[in-house]
T-cell receptor, first 113, second 110 residues
Framework: DAGVIQSPRHEVTEMGQEVTLRCKPI?????LFWYRQTMMRGLELLIY????????DSGMPEDRFSAKMPNASFSTLKIQPSEPRDSAVYFC???????????FGSGTQLSVL | GENVEQHPSTLSVQEGDSAVIKCTYS??????FPWYKQELGKRPQLIID?????GEKKDQRIAVTLNKTAKHFSLHITETQPEDSAVYFC?????????FGTGTRLLVSP
């Protein structure tokens, strides 16, 4: 298995632009998580899905952030409009519901200028 | 919600020494406690985990202990090697929501 696949690896954009991050979970995993990592706040859970349904989005910082999971093999995290304080590494992770072992993707390094 | 505290924030040891990282959690409903290792510029990777019905677990040079009464758990690395140098995160989970500690930067000097 190729593991959790994220794209792009790096994204540089200007303030006010829309940013879309993509994730393909491990085949057979039915839970998907989006985390954000910064030096100041560490690893923060933004949102997670079970069987494509959002279960807890309490970590989503603002209405500028949205996430979707249209099918079992694809999820997006969108920021619109982006701001410099959104600069961080965004990780996607997946697991099975019965085994909570999280497997992380390589992350997307987002820089908002 | 769950709150996980981790210390120390940095730890320097000589090769061959042992290293211990400690975490406390707040939610008594948490029942799953994994540890992740993150090398610079890489993804966090699971190195060991323990569930609340177990007090200790070992995997070669790595061990984790859990004290549910006191709500704390620890990572023990024996015979440290330079390749153990990384940031280590503890985490706690109840009902799938994994909350991470702030990380410990471990530096192993040859």
């Amino acid at each position: 298995d190729a593991g959790v696949i994220q794209s792009p690896r790096h994204e540089v954009t200007e303030m006010g632009q829309e940013v879309t991050l993509r994730c393909k979970p491990i085949s057979g995993h039915n839970s998907l998580f989006w985390y954000r990592q910064t030096m100041m706040r560490g690893l923060e859970l933004l949102i997670y899905f079970n069987n494509n349904v959002p279960i807890d989005d309490s970590g989503m910082p603002e209405d500028r952030f949205s996430a979707k999971m249209p099918n079992a093999s694809f999820s997006t995290l969108k920021i619109q409009p982006s701001e410099p304080r959104d600069s961080a590494v965004y990780f996607c992770a997946s697991s099975t519901r019965t085994d909570e072992k999280l497997f992380f993707g390589s992350g997307t390094q987002l820089s908002v200028l | 919600g769950e709150n996980v505290e981790q210390h120390p924030s940095t730890l320097s040891v000589q090769e061959g020494d042992s290293a211990v990282i400690k975490c406390t959690y707040s939610d008594s409903a948490s029942n799953y406690f994994p540890w992740y290792k993150q090398e610079l510029g890489k993804r966090p990777q699971l190195i060991i985990d323990i569930r609340s019905n177990v007090g200790e677990k070992k995997d070669q040079r790595i061990a984790v202990t859990l004290n549910k009464t006191a709500k704390h758990f620890s990572l023990h690395i024996t015979e440290t090697q330079p390749e153990d140098s990384a940031v280590y995160f503890c985490a706690a989970s109840g009902f799938q929501k994994l909350v991470f500690g702030t990380g410990t930067r471990l530096l192993v000097s040859p």
